[in-house]
Structure formats: structure tokens, C-alpha cells
């Protein structure tokens, strides 16, 4: 499985590359900040929402630690998708945020 650090993350979006995030957190964690741009899909129902994805397109896949975000990677790494893991999460993100 792919994987970057929430710092490595922050500065692709830094230096203007186009990334594709799912933020796969609970809607009560969402609330409290999400990454500008991100599509939440909490975990439990990306198998049922894998048609909002194009396999064409790269993902960053993060939630509260990297542990969500390494089960869907996994899931959806198994359904032909190109996904990376963000290791440490919105735990490490240091980045903006934006409530919803």
C-alpha cells in the first residue's frame, strides 16, 4: 500500500498539485474540520459509493490516525483503484481546515 504523511500531503497541495482526498472520517469528526476540497465518504459506506470515483484518478485516502484510511485503501486498492494511505491523519495535518 502507497502511503504519505500528512506533511508530505500538505506540501503537494503547497506547491499546486492536483489532489484527489477522501476524507473517510464520521460525520460527527467532519464537523470539526475537513481539508479544503476533500469529498467525505465515511468508511463504512465507500463500498457503496465507489461509483463517485474514477479509477483514472488518483486518491489520498485520510481519517483521524491512518488506521480507517489504510482499510479503505486496502478495499479499495482490491476494486482497481489508486489510492494512498496519509499516514498519522488529521492528527498530524497542519495544514487549513474548513468546517462543514
Known sequence: MKSVTAD???EQLEAGETVHI?????????MYGIIPGA????????????????T???YAI????GR???QACAYLESEGFD??????????????????
Open 8 to 10: 508530505e500531503l500538505l
Open 22 to 30: 477522501i476524507d473517510v472520517r464520521e460525520d460527527e469528526e467532519v
Open 39 to 54: 469529498v467525505h465518504i465515511p468508511l463504512g459506506t465507500v463500498p457503496v459509493r465507489t461509483d463517485e470515483l474514477e
Open 56 to 58: 483514472g484518478k488518483s
Open 62 to 65: 485520510i481519517c483521524r490516525s
Open 68 to 70: 480507517r484510511s489504510a
Open 83 to 100: 489510492v494512498t494511505n496519509v499516514e498519522g491523519g488529521m492528527l498530524d495535518w497542519n495544514g487549513e481546515t474548513i468546517t462543514k
